[in-house]
Structures are given as structure tokens and as C-alpha cells.
């Protein structure tokens, strides 16, 4: 592997133990890769329950340079030793399922509120100088008052999981605040790209119409499927998170939208694929009511601050993404349907 | 006990079968014995836990009318076996203290996140016709951004127990919004009068401030002590309940505000409640730099919501309300200190 090139807060990571919470997932993956690139030593924890995005194949190419621990965040002793010396968590374990959250909310609860609360309580107790970047998400917006979504729109979850997402966030900015843990959270939009889970479809469009594209299965869309949506490459996340995990000691208790322009419809989203994978058809259907009742409508994050703070832009387009994620699935499916 | 008069609300409540957890609190009790008046078949639910607003003496004089479990909301099975054939839950069992929740968060998250979503997964399977009132509070609103403080302005918890109170509050209006639950929330302002925890300080300024009078001891106001605030005599906050559970089944998902009017600065409630009193005196205090941290300012809330839907109104006036609650310590505070 060339050496890679190198910003400024890309070398805060050079030789610096940091730890990755849902490492074995598909953001998490990723950003251990290029933890790893980058020098730091890398403790990946993971709990590997079966139907979430923890998938052993998304570290092969890279799992003898870093730390694996097969470690349930809930696990409060087993955790705690492991952040022994850390000096950033990137905090992206949960429980990312808003089905499921809607069928065993407690499991989510536990998860995504329980055990980050129990973090906050071992990082204040034990260890206040470490870092953290917690993985937020833009669902607990819920259905937009306004276009783009920033920051200070009001919170309004619509299910389960976006009521503990966002606890789990609240628990991290008010350690911030209270204790001064140097603690960020990104509000992820829809990120896309290799890695991401793909046998079960309860984790968002993406990954099932992508997966429907390949199959040359057709791809749903309801009420015309003008509704606006934003994705991210995956590796400008990675970027995002290393940029807020450099700079946390500056930016404690803050929160920053991640989002990309120009934002699509769900159809054009679907054009594009189609045309790219050279398979797949849309089908057009009328809401099912339940489906009706908990759709958002149009969403478009603003990501102005994060650019303005931390000099963060996406940088990888939607076609180029699509494209670099359906050459991987061609190639990797296997491991992933 | 002579037939109290009736309006269309109390006498929805004539025979029908309904529980109230923390029955044996403050706000609990005064609200079971309103519906025992208005002939209710009323259970309260109540832990006893030591330190908690539970008060076997609150019930003293019509326990014999009310069936008492001592059972713990986090008991799943005990409260399931409760739920049976209630047609309207009060519930207002939860961890309030605000400090508490600082030292022991898992606690507080256990009680009014993990017991609340039970309780709502077991209404939603077993029992989804019973209604629920659900007793939230202010202090998820944390520092207002505006005055008078309305429904719609923006949640943020300062500590642990308005993160964890936020979240048992969505639950309910959650479940309401997706399986129609009969399900409502009122945000409670500062609640005090007779019944209300007097022996630690953990629990807001007013009882902390009537002791100090009473037993002739300083009270100390910081920053001048202009601080605004509102307060309900328990007695408006009661027939807020009522109100809201007689109307649930029409009112599902919805929040109401619960606020009086005028608002007073913390000053002018001291030199009141002193007159009242006939003892006690202020001291004037620079801000510890621990407590100016989390101070939220002024608070005033705007409670058109619940009068315009529900036609409540607070109809006891400070000095009224603070009078019976200061003669009342003056008998039973042997029960409360």
C-alpha cells in the first residue's frame, strides 16, 4: 500500500490508539480502513449480532493491522476495558433498524440508549480526555418543516429508533456540556457505497434498490416518487468523521448536519441506477397507508456548518458513487446478499 | 363526604375502573382522590422507593377506597397483571429528580425510558382502548429561546432526566401517532401544594423554599433572584388530568402545556411566602459557577393549547395556594420532613 497523502487533521491520527464502535459495519469498515492508513492503531469493537451491518468480509483486506474485539457495546466491562488509552471513539454501533425498532423496540432502546449512556458514564468516570464522534442520523428531524434541514429545525422522530437515536445523541452533547467531554455528532444523511448491508431490506432505499437493480428485480416507487432525498458516498463520511474527531477538543457538544448537493428525486435516483447497472425497471404504485402515514415527505440537509467548521465538502457525486457501489456488488455480492 | 358537584369531564370518571401510577405521590394522590370522589375504581401503583415522592400518609384518609399495589413500574409482570380492564392510566411514576439523574443516570433511564416504553408495548398488544394520560414537564423545554413558552417550541434537556423524560413522552405520542393509542401528554410547570416531598432537596425550589420559611431558615436567592417562574396548585393541575383523560380517545398524540398566570420572580414568591409564613428570610447570593451553569433563566408558560381544547384554566392563585400548603405543613409536617 503507497503511503498516503496527508492533511493536517489527517496526521492528528498517525500512531494514535483510537477506537471504532460498529468497526465490522459499513461505515465503520470503512473509516478503520483509512484509520489504519493513516497510522493509528485501530481497536475495532463489534458485536456482530446477525441482521445488523457487522460483516467480517468489509475488514478482510485489512484485518491484520488493526484490533478486532467481537464486544456488545452493552457490555459495560468488556467496553470499558477496551477504552483503556483510547484517545478518539468513533461511536458507530447501534441499532440502525427502523422496522425493527417498531418490533422489538427494546432491543433498540438498550442499544441505542442504554449502552451510550453507559459509555458517557465510563468515558466521565474513567477516562474525560478521550474523544468522541457519535453517529447521529437526519431521521430524527422527522418530516421537514422547511428545505434544507439544518441544524436547529426541530427535532421529531417518527419512530422508536429515532426517539433512542436521538437520547443517545442528547446523552453525548450533554456530557459535552456538563463534563466537558470533548464530544462531536455528525447527523448522517442517507450514505451509500460499498460494504453496506444488502440481505435484508430494512435499512433504507439504497441498498434495496440497488440490490433490486442488480437482480434486475423492479424498484417500487409510490406517489410518483418525486420525494427529494441526499446521499453521501461513504469515503466522505469516513472524511467527515475523521475531520470532527481531530477537532472534538475544540468543538465539544457540537452537532453537524453531513449532506451533498444537488439533492434528486427517488426517480431520478432510480434512473440513474438503472442505467448504470444496465438492468432493472420502476414500477409505479399508489402509498399504501402504512407506508403513507410514516413517509417524510422531501428532505435536503444543510451542511453549511460543517463546512464552515471543519472545511468538510462532499466530494464524490452521485453517479460516481453509484457507480464505484455497483461495481463492488458485482463483484462482492456473494458476500453480501 | 358530602357528592362533590360533577361537570361532563368528572362524570366520565362514575364507576369506571382506572390506575394511577405514583399514586402514593403528590400529584398521584390528590388526583386518586378526586376520582375516588367522583366515584372512579380507582388502582394506584406506586414503588415506595425511599427518596421517591411516595407517601403512604398521602392516602391516609381514603385508603380504604382506592386498591394500592406496591408494585414498580420497571415490573413488567405486576404491571401487566394491573393493566387488566383499566379503561384510563394516569401516569405519572417516574424519576423526577433532576439531580439524581446526574448521579445515578441508569436509574433515571430505566424508570422513565425502558418502564414507559413497556408500558406502552403492553397497552399496544393487550390493551390498545385504554387511555393514557402521561405526566411530562417543563424542563424538557431547558432554557427558552421565547416567552411565554408554547408547545411548539424547541426541546432541550439539560440533564439526564429531561433527556430520559423527553424520550417517555415520545414514546407515548409515538404510540398514539402509529397504533392509535388514546394517549396525551401534559407538560407540567412548577407543581406544588400539600403532599409534596419535603424531607431532601432534590426535587425544584418551591418545597425546598416553604421548608426554609418554615423552620425559620434563610432562603438564598442568586443573581438578585428576578427569575421568572409559574407554578400550579396541585389541585388545577388534578383537573388538568381529568380533563385530558375524559378527552384522550379525541386527543390522541396531542401535548398540552399546563402554566398559570402571572408568573413571579423567585423574589417575589420568597417575600410572599415569608409574609405567609410570618418567618424565614431571603439572602442574597453571587451565582455558583455549578449552578449558573444549568440555570434556564426565565420560564413562563403559555397554556392557551389546553384551555382552548380542553377549557382548563388554573383557578388558584398563588398566595391561596401557597396559604393551604403552608398550613398543611404546619400540621403534617412531622409526615414530610
Known amino acids: 500500500m503507497s503511503e498516503p497523502t496527508r492533511t493536517d487533521y489527517e496526521s492528528w491520527y498517525y ?4 477506537m471504532v464502535t460498529g468497526g465490522l459495519g459499513f461505515i465503520g469498515s470503512h473509516l478503520s480502513e483509512r484509520l489504519v492508513e493513516l497510522g493509528a492503531s485501530v481497536t475495532i469493537v463489534d458485536s456482530l449480532i446477525p441482521e445488523y451491518g457487522g460483516n467480517e468480509f468489509n475488514v478482510e483486506s485489512f484485518a491484520d493491522r488493526v484490533r478486532i474485539s467481537i ?3 452493552r457490555d459495560r466491562h468488556g467496553l470499558g476495558y477496551l477504552l483503556k488509552g483510547q484517545e478518539c471513539v468513533f461511536n458507530l454501533a447501534g441499532q440502525v433498524s427502523h422496522i425493527d425498532s417498531m418490533t422489538d423496540p427494546e432491543t433498540d432502546l438498550e442499544i441505542n440508549c442504554r449502552a451510550q449512556l453507559g459509555l458517557m458514564e465510563a468515558l466521565r468516570h474513567v477516562h474525560p480526555g478521550t474523544r468522541v464522534v457519535y ?6 428531524y422527522g418530516r421537514p418543516n422547511y428545505l434544507p434541514v439544518d441544524e436547529r429545525h426541530p427535532i421529531h422522530p417518527t419512530d422508536v429508533n429515532g ?3 436521538q437520547a443517545g445523541e442528547q446523552y453525548h452533547l450533554l456530557y459535552a456540556d456538563v463534563y466537558g467531554l470533548p464530544t462531536v455528532a455528525l447527523r448522517l444523511t442517507n450514505t451509500y457505497g460499498p460494504r453496506q448491508l444488502m440481505h435484508h431490506g430494512r435499512q433504507g432505499f439504497i441498498p434495496v434498490f440497488i440490490r433490486a437493480a442488480i437482480e434486475d428485480r423492479p424498484i417500487t416507487l409510490y406517489g410518483g416518487g418525486g420525494q427529494l432525498r441526499d446521499a453521501n458516498y461513504v469515503t466522505d463520511v469516513v472524511d467527515a468523521f475523521l475531520r470532527a474527531g481531530a477537532r472534538a ?4 457538544g457540537r452537532v453537524f448536519n453531513t449532506g451533498a448537493r444537488p439533492a434528486f428525486t427517488l426517480r431520478a435516483f432510480s434512473e440513474l441506477l438503472i442505467a448504470i447497472v444496465g438492468k432493472g425497471e420502476i414500477i409505479d404504485a399508489e402509498w399504501p397507508p402504512e407506508k403513507s402515514r410514516i413517509d417524510i415527505g422531501d428532505f435536503e440537509a444543510d451542511y453549511s456548518r460543517i463546512t464552515a467548521e471543519l472545511g468538510w ?4 457525486g452521485l453517479e460516481e458513487g453509484l ?5 463492488f ?3 462482492h455480492g456473494d458476500h453480501y446478499w
Open 313 to 316: 465538502i462532499p466530494t464524490v
Open 163 to 165: 426517539i433512542n437515536k
Open 135 to 140: 453517529a447521529s442520523t437526519r431521521q430524527i
Open 71 to 73: 464486544t456488545d457495546i
Open 329 to 331: 456488488y458485482l463483484e
Open 323 to 327: 457507480r464505484r457501489t455497483v461495481e
Open 249 to 252: 477538543d475544540q468543538l465539544s
Open 15 to 18: 500512531q494514535r490508539p483510537v
